[in-house]
C-alpha cells in the first residue's frame, strides 16, 4: 500500500505510479594536452511526476485513502503554486506494518494539469510535477575599500624656517572638534552596518581624526575610552553633532 502526502494532506486515491528525474549537472571540457575532462558540479533540482484522480462521489469509493474532496485538493494547490510556498512531499510504502525506503522531500509545485472528464461523472485527473527545494542565502560584500580613512592631512609649518626645514611638513593628527547634541552610536567601522561599541552623550566633544564618506554621508574617526582599543566612528550627520573647530581641509 502506498500514501501519497502533500503537507498533511493526504491523497484519497494513491497514483498508479510515480516518475522521480534525478537530473545531472556535469560538464565535459577538453583540454589541450589531456583530451576530455568531466568538470563533476552540483546535481540539477530532482523532479517528482505522477497522475492522480480526483473523485467527486468519493464517500463510495472502497479503497480511498482520505475523504478530502477535489475542491479542497485544488485550492491547495493554487495555495502553494500562488504563493511560492515550500511543502513536505511524502510518500509511505507500507508492506503489512512495515514502511519500507520512504520518500520525504521539500519541494514546490513547478507546475500541475487538469483533466475533467465529464463522460465519467465529470471526475478529475490531475498531472502534477513536483521540484526539490534547495535552501540557499545570499552573501552581501563589502567594499574594503568603503572601510578606509581618508589619509592624515599635512601642513606646512608656519612662520620662520631654515635650510633644513625646507621641503618638511608637520602632520596634523586632529581634524576636528565636534560637539554630540544627542546620544550618538559609536561603530567599529563608518556606516550603520557595523557593530555598536559605545555611545557618546549630549554635550561631550570629541576629537577627529579621520573622515570617511558613506553613502553620501560623512563619519568621522574618534577617540574614546569605552573599549574596542579606544577607536571608533560616529555619523557626520549636523542632526547628531555639531562641529566647533577645523584644524584641517
Known amino acids: 500500500m502506498y500514501l501519497f502526502?502533500?503537507?498533511n494532506?493526504?491523497?484519497?486515491?494513491?497514483p498508479g505510479k510515480i516518475s522521480t528525474k534525478v537530473g545531472g549537472n556535469n560538464k565535459t571540457m577538453e583540454l589541450a594536452n589531456s583530451g576530455e575532462i568531466n568538470l563533476i558540479k552540483f546535481p540539477k533540482l530532482?523532479?517528482?511526476?505522477f497522475d492522480f484522480e480526483l473523485v467527486h462521489d468519493i464517500e463510495n469509493i472502497k479503497y480511498r485513502a482520505s475523504n478530502h474532496t477535489p475542491k479542497e485538493i485544488l485550492d491547495y494547490l493554487e495555495s502553494a503554486k500562488v504563493n511560492?510556498?515550500?511543502?513536505?512531499?511524502?510518500?509511505?510504502?507500507?508492506?503489512?506494518?512495515?514502511?519500507?525506503f520512504p520518500l520525504e522531500a521539500k519541494v514546490t509545485v513547478e507546475s500541475y494539469e487538469i483533466e475533467e472528464d465529464a463522460d465519467n461523472n465529470s471526475d478529475i485527473t490531475v498531472n502534477l510535477?513536483?521540484?526539490q527545494f534547495r535552501p540557499y542565502r545570499t552573501?552581501?560584500?563589502?567594499?574594503?575599500?568603503?572601510?578606509?580613512?581618508?589619509?592624515?592631512?599635512?601642513?606646512?609649518?608656519?612662520?620662520?624656517?631654515?635650510k633644513k626645514d625646507v621641503g618638511k611638513t608637520k602632520s596634523i593628527g586632529v581634524l576636528k572638534k565636534v560637539e554630540i547634541k544627542t546620544f550618538l552610536n559609536?561603530?567599529?567601522?563608518?556606516?550603520?552596518?557595523?557593530?555598536i561599541v559605545a555611545k557618546f552623550s549630549p554635550g561631550e566633544k570629541p576629537c577627529v581624526y579621520g573622515v570617511f564618506k558613506h553613502k553620501g554621508q560623512d563619519w568621522y574617526k574618534v577617540k574614546h575610552s569605552r573599549g574596542d582599543n579606544g577607536w571608533g566612528w560616529i555619523s557626520g550627520n549636523g542632526k547628531y553633532v555639531k562641529v566647533i573647530a577645523n584644524y584641517g581641509k
Open 5 to 7: 502526502y502533500l503537507d
Open 9 to 14: 494532506i493526504l491523497l484519497p486515491i494513491t
Open 46 to 49: 530532482t523532479e517528482y511526476s
Open 84 to 100: 511560492k510556498k515550500v511543502i513536505v512531499f511524502r510518500v509511505l510504502r507500507k508492506i503489512g506494518k512495515k514502511v519500507r
Open 129 to 131: 510535477t513536483l521540484k
Open 139 to 162: 552573501n552581501h560584500l563589502v567594499n574594503q575599500a568603503d572601510q578606509k580613512p581618508r589619509p592624515t592631512i599635512n601642513k606646512p609649518k608656519e612662520g620662520k624656517s631654515d
Open 186 to 195: 559609536i561603530r567599529s567601522g563608518a556606516g550603520t552596518h557595523n557593530r
